[in-house]
């Protein structure tokens, strides 16, 4: 997951390959409340592991409910509707899969909880649904505006629950809210049946069928009278089916579908989610394919691929698909004509508003948008008039993704997320998926170059960390090969150099959480002495060797971008990087600075000979024949003797910035 303040999208071309998805949060978190509230014991696998899940989850153990590993499965034994805890205070965060259906469950559990969330959490509507419950006797006081979380909940029995006559709910604001009964009132009716009526016409009718299919497989099937009434049959009881699966989110397969639908390349395989998933979401890929898009489908996986270019215009009654149809409007900037979004004003109360939000940030990447109470209108972009833009995501996980459709854009502009770590709430790793089937000829470098301890890693690391890009150490690589050569008892000559290259080549090397590994022996410490220095000074003179480390040193050039350090990343390895960097200090403060370095680490060395150790080293480096230690002519020049590893951080930071096309957020 990237926690960086942004991450930038450079223009991308084409797409293939295949991605897993993690699970649907709806049916997760309506998973981890039924296995909860049932008898016996569930395991569930292919859980989501997302920030909503884990709300809810510490929300299940704070009620008492016991939960544990079993493999990479969950294993939930479930309370069989007796609370172990009488009172409780639980933070929801902004997971309104947690929110709705726990202030239903706990209303009729008896005891006594405050539910609480984030600041948006707390403008989220749940008045509707504390309406239903009071109406059946429940006891719940608003702590904040009335209408809205936080909420304090009162103990009741629930043998003084009113339910001879039909709760009645509205279904028009919110799913969520009858949601909320259908999972909660099982809880009440072992002698009695109980009827739920709809006011209004209900929305996001999908999500109400994962709901019964989900109460169905834990033991509860209710009757459904068209979508306005549902009746709980007298005698249901939650009982855990013991194993379920939990399918990958078909809202989070929208933005692989739309990638197979935008980008040139071959087919974009999905796997875990299918034709035959219960998600509302899988009707996605009809819009999907009224635009242009090729699918394929089979029980658990979708292939999808480029057909009509551009995308054909459409105007659609998105009611069913309210959380994907956010990606249509990215697609819309592909489109043959404008794209028109109906009925979709439960938009306006989820994470943020997201009709504006959309429209706000549609407008920076340069497309007219039109939007009322309930729709969206937006208009195709031509290749002239896509601007380079800084997305604003509002912590809100599906715009972060969808807006990252918008980096294939035939203007060839970066695309500029602000805060991507809210994709954590259902994808925690989005981007990198998304990385890992996207390609661009022209990923993002920056090198830093310069002599011996004039702090090249700790900047490049830094600034890597700062722009969340890759990390290539060079002269890691021919400290290696350095000690590769003593351990097979050779010498750094050209009567050696074949042989040397031949090391270098097929060096059994792996870099993993900073340690680096040869042949799985984690040698981290031992390249990093002045002799194994010296040594890969001297194997780094051959020309073969150089030439053998080439291809691996290119390798690291991975989306979104790479920081990479040494003596020639700018002249020899990365011609074409966007920034290099030439960095120096004087001799006596890198002798100092490396001396410090190499006394806090345990390794004895004196100031002098380290002195004259780094001086030899960069004579040899900037005089051999091959890729000689020198500036790039279209270098910058640093010299941070007297400057902070901050200072310098911000520095270079500063010349990339000065590099992008970004306006302002
Ligand atoms: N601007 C700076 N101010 C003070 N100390 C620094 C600065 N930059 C780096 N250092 C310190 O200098 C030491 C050497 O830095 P570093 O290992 O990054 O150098 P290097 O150029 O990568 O070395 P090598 O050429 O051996 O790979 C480290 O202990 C680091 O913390
Ligand atoms: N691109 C590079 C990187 C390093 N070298 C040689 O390796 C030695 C060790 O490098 P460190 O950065 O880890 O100190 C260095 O002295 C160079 O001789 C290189 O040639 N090219």
Redesign the pocket.
């Given at each position: 997951m990237y926690s960086t303040p942004f991450l930038d999208l450079p223009p991308l071309e084409a797409a293939s390959g295949t991605v897993r998805l993690p699970g649907s949060k709806s049916i997760s978190n309506r998973v981890l409340l039924l296995a909860a509230l049932a008898g016996g014991t569930t395991t569930v696998h292919d859980l989501l592991d997302s920030d909503d899940t884990r709300v809810m989850l510490n929300a299940l153990s704070a009620l008492g409910c016991r939960i544990g590993r079993e493999g990479a499965a969950l294993r939930i034994e479930g309370l069989d509707g007796q609370l172990r805890t009488a009172s409780a205070k639980l933070f929801l965060g902004n997971a309104g899969t947690a929110m709705r259906p726990l202030t239903a469950a706990l209303a009729l559990l008896g005891g006594e909880f405050e539910l609480s969330g984030v600041p948006r959490m707390h403008e989220r509507p749940i008045g509707d649904l504390v309406d239903a419950l009071v109406q059946l006797g429940c006891r719940i006081d608003y702590l904040g505006n009335p209408g809205y979380p936080p909420l304090a909940i009162h103990a009741m029995s629930l043998d003084a629950l009113q339910v001879d006559a039909p709760i009645r709910v509205r279904g028009d604001v919110s799913s969520q809210f009858l949601t909320a009964l259908l999972l909660a009132l099982p809880l009440a009716s072992a002698s009695r049946e109980i009827t739920i009526d709809v006011v209004g016409e209900l929305i996001s009718k999908p999500y109400i069928e994962i709901t019964l299919n989900l109460l169905a497989r834990f033991g509860v099937v209710v009757r459904r009278q068209g979508w306005e009434r549902f009746v709980i049959p007298a005698g249901s009881r939650y009982r855990s089916p013991g194993d379920i699966h939990v399918e990958a989110d078909a809202s989070s397969a929208s933005y692989f579908i739309a990638l197979g639908a935008i980008a040139r390349g071959d087919v974009i395989r999905i796997e875990g989610v299918g034709a035959d998933s219960i998600q509302g979401d899988i009707r996605f890929v009809e819009a999907a394919r009224q635009m242009g898009a090729k699918v394929e489908s089979g029980p658990n996986w979708l292939a999808v691929s480029r057909g009509a270019w551009p995308l054909k215009a459409i105007d659609l009654d998105a009611n069913h698909i309210p959380d994907a149809a956010m990606t249509l409007a990215v697609m819309a900037l592909y489109a043959d004509g404008p794209c028109l979004l109906r009925n979709i004003a439960s938009w306006r109360v989820k994470e943020t508003d997201r009709i504006e939000a959309m429209a706000q940030e549609l407008r920076k990447l340069g497309a007219t948008v039109e939007d009322g109470p309930d729709f969206i209108r937006v208009h195709p972009l031509g290749a002239a008039s896509w601007r380079a833009a800084t997305i604003r995501t509002y912590d809100d996980h599906r715009v972060a993704m969808c807006f990252s459709l918008a980096a294939f854009n035939p203007a060839g502009m970066p695309v500029r997320i602000l805060d991507p770590h809210c994709v954590a709430k259902t994808f925690p790793d989005y981007f990198e998926t998304l990385f890992s089937v996207a390609q661009t000829a022209d990923v993002p470098v920056i090198c830093i170059d310069?002599?011996?301890?004039?702090?090249?890693?700790?900047?490049?690391?830094a600034t890597a960390y700062q722009l969340g890009y890759h990390y290539l150490?060079s002269?890691s690589l021919y400290r290696v090969t350095g000690l590769a050569m003593r351990r097979a008892g050779l010498e750094a000559d050209a009567a050696h150099e074949a042989q040397i290259a031949e090391l270098a080549r097929q060096l059994p090397l792996r870099f993993i959480k900073g340690q680096v590994l040869l042949d799985d022996e984690d040698v981290s410490d031992a390249i990093r002495t002045e002799a194994a220095?010296m040594d890969a000074s001297r194997v780094s003179a051959l020309p073969a060797v150089r030439a053998a480390l080439l291809a691996l040193q290119k390798s690291f050039r991975r989306l979104p971008g790479l920081v990479a350090?040494g003596r020639d990343m700018g002249t020899v390895v990365f011609p074409d990087a966007r920034l290099k960097v030439y960095?120096t200090?004087n001799a006596s403060?890198?002798a100092e600075?490396?001396h410090?370095?190499l006394i806090?680490k345990g390794i004895p060395a004196t100031l002098d000979s380290l002195r004259a150790d780094l001086e030899a080293r960069d004579q040899r480096d900037s005089s051999r024949s091959v890729a000689p230690l020198k500036p790039a002519p279209d270098a910058r020049l640093l010299d941070?003797s007297s400057?902070?590893?901050e200072?310098?951080v911000e520095q270079v930071l500063a010349w990339w910035q000065e590099a992008q096309p970004f306006g302002s957020a």
């Open positions: 310069g002599p011996t301890a004039s702090g090249k890693g700790t900047l490049a690391v150490d002269g220095g350090d960095l200090a403060q890198r600075r490396r410090k370095q806090s941070n400057q902070s590893v200072q310098s």
